[in-house]
């Protein structure tokens, strides 16, 4: 049942996530990545990370790819013209593609050589309380940094809206 | 697990039926209260006093013509209502609405099912109902719809951010987020409701709670996506026949709820408001025999010849349901589901008495109120019952 759940929405990732780069209407690719992000949702939920599955869905799906979309139908963005791809890109293409994922799959083989399959209910570690405990115990300092990284960058997006006013 | 599954069938199309059910009547009630407060009839012609409205209402919808508009940009405009129903049904499956009851010999919740995060749940299938309007307002190449769609995306980003401060803040003093466990947590009587329960009464999340609300759901003050004097009809310009009628389902099944997570996060759920040594469990049945006994009253003097008969029956109906909730063998589960539905139909009430009397807001007033009165105060709520839950521990 986990296997079978996994490949499913292992291969709707994947087949949105080529989508994205396929569909030639922004629009198109982002709601292909709302789709790459739901199913990346219920992976997490398979693993058992529950708190971090209904993030990924509030957090990437809800908010960020929802502001996508609207500064896409704002700027009202047409389809892309499909331009005919140079030489280099057909002949280095699909063989760059296979000795890429060649080498993920060498180096996942490498780190991880003994992992066994993670079953549902497996994992306990991922609700509320434990990701919370975490954040606020081991790591304090990442969680901190990264809040005072992502405050930076609000008064630098009001800085330069400011800018623009005057 | 055989009759695990069995039990989860037989729920779950009982808890649909009576979602499909009320979201038909709702809109009944919806126009029947909103012309009262205009002072005229409503509804009258199909059925008694317009009971039959949702069926034609239905009817029609479903045999009318099924047009997709040229030059749409057609995936896009057949998932839009699609998502905007399925997301909208959706949150149901996590709420409870009673306690553990007995049925033929098995114990089960007055719930689909209890997720350990269930708020977290709710909150991610509503933020992806935006979707929905979005697409929508985008894929059907009409620019009112589009201008629909941007004011709602725009409103439902602005809004969300209040709306979870605002469920935040309960969430602390709770310590949970299983919607069953935060009821449980507000058990005893109205005293333990979040709304006036300490370290922090929630009153103020409360209302900006509902506030959002309104907005999410795109309802009056807050329908600029679909301000028919500007708009047309905003995103669903361009849809008819069932599509259109699946926007509007989504609609009131949003209200349905946000009226449910109103009612669970502050309002103490299924709990009556004092505990029953002290008689609240024979509320619903006085309730009931008042109104029966107040139409019977009317009934042997009629004003108009028609009441004779009317009346007293439904008199003796009320009589009837008051007796109902004696029976002790149903009271276990019929009281705690009577408090629900009374505290959310409360709510649902509300948000149809402000579309009566509420004018809409203008664009820059409903930006300007989420982003400098709203989040702010929701923040400085959040701060304070974080504290004094800190301060407690």
């Not at chain 1, 960020?64 to 009202?76: A, D, E, G, Y």
């Not at chain 2, 009851?101 to 719930?111: E, K, P, S, W």
């Not at chain 2, 069953?180 to 709304?195: D, S, T």
């Not at chain 2, 008969?309 to 276990?332: D, E, K, N, R, W």
């Amino acid at each position: 049942m986990d296997v079978i759940l996994f490949l499913v929405f292992a291969i709707i990732a994947v087949v949105c996530a080529i989508n994205v780069v396929v569909q030639t209407h922004p629009i198109s690719s982002a709601v292909s990545l709302v789709g790459v992000m739901g199913s990346l949702a219920v992976l997490y939920l398979l693993l058992g990370a529950e708190f971090l599955a209904a993030a990924q869905v509030i957090v990437y799906a809800g908010a960020i790819m929802v502001l996508f979309v609207f500064v896409i139908m704002l700027l009202n963005a047409g389809a892309e013209a499909k331009k005919g791809r140079s030489f280099t890109a057909q002949l280095l293409g699909l063989p760059l593609l296979v000795a890429f994922l060649g080498l993920m799959a060498y180096f996942v083989q490498r780190l991880f050589p003994q992992s066994t399959l993670v079953h549902f209910g497996g994992f306990k570690g991922g609700g509320v309380a434990e990701i919370g405990h975490a954040l606020f115990t081991t790591f304090l300092l990442p969680f901190e940094v990264t809040s005072i990284l992502i405050l930076i960058a609000i008064l630098g997006a009001i800085v330069l809206a400011r800018k623009e006013m005057d | 697990m055989d009759s695990f599954i069995v039990i989860s069938l037989i729920k779950t199309a009982v808890v649909f039926a009576v979602l499909l059910t009320t979201l038909a009547y709702l809109q009944w009630v919806e126009r029947k209260v909103i012309a009262h407060i205009q002072v005229r009839p409503g509804p009258y012609r199909v059925g008694w006093h317009g009971l039959l409205q949702p069926v034609a209402d239905i009817i029609k919808l479903l045999t009318k013509e099924d047009l997709v508009p040229p030059y749409v940009n057609k995936p896009l405009y057949l998932l839009a209502p699609f998502l905007a129903m399925t997301m909208a049904l959706l949150s149901i499956a996590v709420i409870p609405f009673g306690p553990q009851i007995q049925v033929a010999g098995y114990q089960t919740f007055m719930q689909l099912t209890d997720l350990n995060i269930g708020v977290l749940f709710v909150l991610a299938v509503s933020s992806m109902g935006v979707y929905g309007i979005a697409l929508a307002g985008w894929s059907s190449n009409n620019k009112y719809s589009l201008l629909g769609g941007l004011r709602s995306s725009a409103q439902m980003i602005s809004y969300e951010l209040p709306m979870s401060l605002a469920i935040a803040a309960p969430l602390l003093i709770s310590n949970t987020l299983s919607l069953r466990g935060l009821v449980e947590k507000q058990a005893g009587g109205i005293w333990n409701w979040n709304v006036l329960h300490g370290p922090f009464p929630q009153i103020v999340g409360f209302i900006i709670f509902l506030i959002a609300a309104f907005a999410e759901t795109n309802r009056i003050p807050f329908d600029l996506p679909e301000a028919e004097n500007e708009l047309v009809a905003g995103y669903h310009t361009e849809y008819s026949s069932m599509k259109f009628a699946s926007f509007f389902m989504s609609e009131y099944a949003n209200m349905i709820t946000v009226s449910c997570m109103a009612t669970l996060l502050f309002l103490g759920g299924w709990v009556a408001p004092w505990p029953a040594q002290y008689g609240s469990s024979y509320v619903p049945a006085v309730i009931f025999a008042l109104a029966g006994l107040v139409a019977l009253y009317h009934g042997f003097h009629p004003a108009r010849r028609r009441d004779g008969y009317t009346l007293p029956f439904f008199g003796v109906l009320f009589l009837i349901a008051a007796a109902v909730f004696l029976l002790p063998m149903v009271q276990s589960w019929l009281i705690p589901l009577f408090w629900f539905c009374a505290k959310t139909g409360g709510i649902l009430f509300g948000f149809i008495w402000i579309r009566g009397t509420l004018p809409r807001f203008r664009y820059d007033q409903l930006m300007g109120f989420a982003w400098k009165f709203l989040f702010p105060v929701a923040m400085l709520n959040l701060l304070v019952t974080g504290f004094l839950v800190a301060l407690r521990s």
